[in-house]
């Protein structure tokens, strides 16, 4: 059991939503929930009492009422608010607490001056730009796409987009073209809006090449629509609009198409590093009532907060940040490198913007501890209550450094979810303690369990992810699945009617819980399985490493199989002998004997997707004999070069007898 890093004040109940929320459950539903376990079981049994409490506590504005609150228990296919219609858009913008001229949007990036939206240029930005497509002959079902970074016109043109009922999808502009074709090329869209380039640190990244390779590659665009981010001077390329021209003055007033619960509100993907991508859809509905939940009443988010999370628009993280309006919160958009000039970057900007929850990944926490970075020192932190990480467990280590390095008053919050649901569905929670090293509970609404191998659910021992019970933000489909094949394969072909995930998860007797690692990339010796993110822990704590990749190569014949482990080291240093010593030393210490790879070797660098994700799964197909572009779509990844030493490193292996 990890140490006790923070304790919720003695009158968090009085100070935050989630206890809003609990005073509002007794006065009008007549129930009292003495702790958040007894509240997360109520919200995991009665689903149709917790959900519905959700769109009245938080007054979902809808066209029409539902008849129901869930019509279908059963996954896949479950059916939620039947009969009810609504808008996203419309929900987000109302802005609850926010006047007329409060800042909600503020954006900063490396390629121009920072830009400041208040809730009153928020909504004639977001009504003009709705009035533009419309005259692009855009409507409900048509799909936007977005080749275009974490800026301001992004969120108007998502938001103006769903405002008509259409259907919106963005990449990040450091997608290739094959990743962005791949993607779209599934989902037809009509209007394509794109940035010309983009400043990466002090590099200017120039994409001109990428946009017309990307135009000629969807014959379903109608138009194209060009904002000229790097060169302000530039021109819109022949026969395409300026985003001036998109968003032209007009008179046309605000309107909200009403469209049903689970209609299409976005397609994101899968990191689509084998295969397609997979084109996951998004409802209205789902989306508004999960976001609600999680930013008001775990992440505390209110009228009076500025809510950062570092992200690009090719992760989810994006769609599930620029919700914060929807709960009257600020958002504060970044676009740029995070380490550029230094990895003081990303939290001198907290200061600056006055953020009062800043959320980023792992890896990043982790990349500012090793360079010895104090970010309390750097910056004045003294707004900061909330920190967020996500994207890969958090170790012990990385909570410790987090409380003595940048606040010991703030509440640390590791989550985890996914793209499939657009939201963590294990997190943190005002009421509850912080333990280092511990994901804090179950979110509510979210029946996570963890199943042993015949399909228990097990408690204080590793177990596949499961969950049992549906979310209103589980996919509504995915984009042309018309019999929902590919969708019930991706989740429910292990354990029928229960969504399986694909993390290895504990969960204690106390609700915390513990990630560790993809259940596809488990290393499994002699029967007992190892996850990956406790062995990077160990092995990136020493100083000489830098990065590293794990793979465990299965015996056919049931043995210990071969665990091999990949190192990117310190610049100037290289692997010998002593060094190979010293990591196995640590991981039979640290871990036990099972973990002591057979053979460690250097490489440059491991492979990461755009959301810097580890791809042990791609490397473990290369190993194999897998090549290179069958093991992994490079287009997806942020170093797709990164792969040839491992394909080198198979072909010079000898063949296992």
């Known amino acids: 059991m990890g140490d006790v890093l923070w304790t ?85 913008l109302r802005m609850p607490g926010r ?266 926490l982790l990349a500012c501890r090793k360079a010895g970075l104090v970010p309390r020192e750097v910056a004045d932190l003294s707004a900061l209550r909330g920190v967020g990480s996500t994207g890969a467990p958090l170790p012990a280590e990385g909570f410790t450094w987090v409380y003595e390095t940048v606040g010991d008053r703030l509440q640390l919050q590791s989550l985890s979810g996914g793209t499939d649901v657009c939201t963590g569905f294990v997190g943190g929670v005002p009421l509850l303690p912080v333990y280092a090293g511990e994901i804090a509970c179950r979110a509510l609404g979210a029946k996570v369990e963890a199943r042993s191998a015949d399909g228990t659910p097990v408690i204080g021992e590793l177990g596949e992810l499961v969950i049992t019970e549906p979310m209103p933000s589980m996919p509504v489909g995915f984009w042309n699945d018309p019999d929902g094949t590919r969708y019930r394969e991706a989740y429910f072909d292990v354990y029928p009617g229960v969504w399986r995930h694909g993390d290895w998860i504990t969960i204690n007797d106390r609700g915390g819980c513990v990630i560790t690692g993809r259940s596809d990339a488990t290393l499994n010796r002699g029967g007992v399985r190892l996850g990956t993110a406790e062995f990077y822990s160990v092995v990136e704590g020493l100083d000489e490493v830098v990065d590293s990749v794990v793979v465990h190569l299965e015996d056919d014949e049931g043995g210990a199989g071969e665990l091999l482990l990949f190192v990117v080291l310190a610049e100037g240093l290289e692997l010998d002998d002593p060094l190979r010593a010293k990591i196995s030393r640590e991981l039979r210490t640290a871990l036990s004997p099972r973990h002591v790879p057979d053979e460690i070797h250097q490489v440059r660098a491991v492979p990461r997707t755009l959301s810097a994700k580890k791809l042990e799964v791609p490397v473990k197909k290369i190993l194999t004999g897998t090549p290179v572009d069958r093991a992994a779509a490079k287009g997806a990844l942020a170093n797709p070069e990164s792969l040839t030493a491992f394909a080198t490193f198979a072909q010079s292996r000898p063949t296992p007898p």
Request: hydrophobic residues 40%.
């Open 8 to 92: 919720p004040p003695a009158d968090v109940r009085e100070r935050s939503r989630i206890g809003g929320y609990l005073r509002w459950l007794r006065e009008h539903r007549g129930l009292d929930f003495a702790d958040y376990d007894a509240l997360w079981r109520w919200s995991t049994t009665d689903l149709d009492g917790f959900w519905r409490s959700i769109w009245d506590h938080f007054e979902v504005v809808a066209h029409t009422q539902p008849t129901a609150t869930l019509a279908e228990r059963g996954m896949p296919g479950a059916r939620w608010f039947p009969g009810a219609t609504l808008n996203y858009a419309e929900n987000v």
């Open 99 to 364: 006047a007329d001229d409060d800042p909600v949007v503020i954006a900063h990036g490396q390629t121009r001056a920072p830009v400041t939206l208040t809730a009153g240029e928020l909504r004639e930005q977001v009504r003009r730009v709705a009035a533009g497509l419309r005259r692009l002959g855009v409507t409900v079902g048509d799909r936007v796409a977005a080749y275009a970074p974490n800026i301001a016109e992004t969120y108007v043109l998502l938001l103006a987009t769903a405002s008509l009922g259409a259907t919106f999808s963005s990449c990040a502009p450091e997608f290739g073209t094959r990743s962005v074709t791949d993607r779209w090329q599934q989902i037809e869209p009509t209007v394509l809006v794109a940035v010309d380039g983009y400043r990466y640190g002090d590099k200017p990244v120039d994409r001109r090449t990428e946009v017309a390779a990307i135009r000629a590659a969807l014959p379903s665009l109608r138009h194209t629509v060009s904002i000229n981010y790097l060169d302000p001077t530039g021109t819109a390329p022949e026969g395409a609009l300026s985003w001036a021209e998109l968003a032209a003055p007009t008179d046309e007033p605000s309107v909200f198409t009403p469209v049903p619960f689970d209609h299409p509100l976005y397609v994101l993907y899968s990191s689509g590093t084998t295969g397609l991508p997979k084109p996951i859809v998004h409802g209205h509905g789902g989306i508004l009532l999960e976001h609600l939940k999680m930013l008001a009443l775990h992440h505390d988010l209110g009228p009076a907060d500025r809510f950062f999370w570092f992200t690009t628009t090719g992760w989810m993280m994006w769609n599930f940040l620029v919700s914060g309006p929807a709960v009257g919160a600020t958002i504060v958009l970044f676009d740029g490198n995070p380490g550029h000039p230094d990895l003081g970057a990303l939290w001198r900007l907290a200061a600056e913007t006055g953020t009062t929850y800043f959320g980023t990944s792992a890896p990043f």
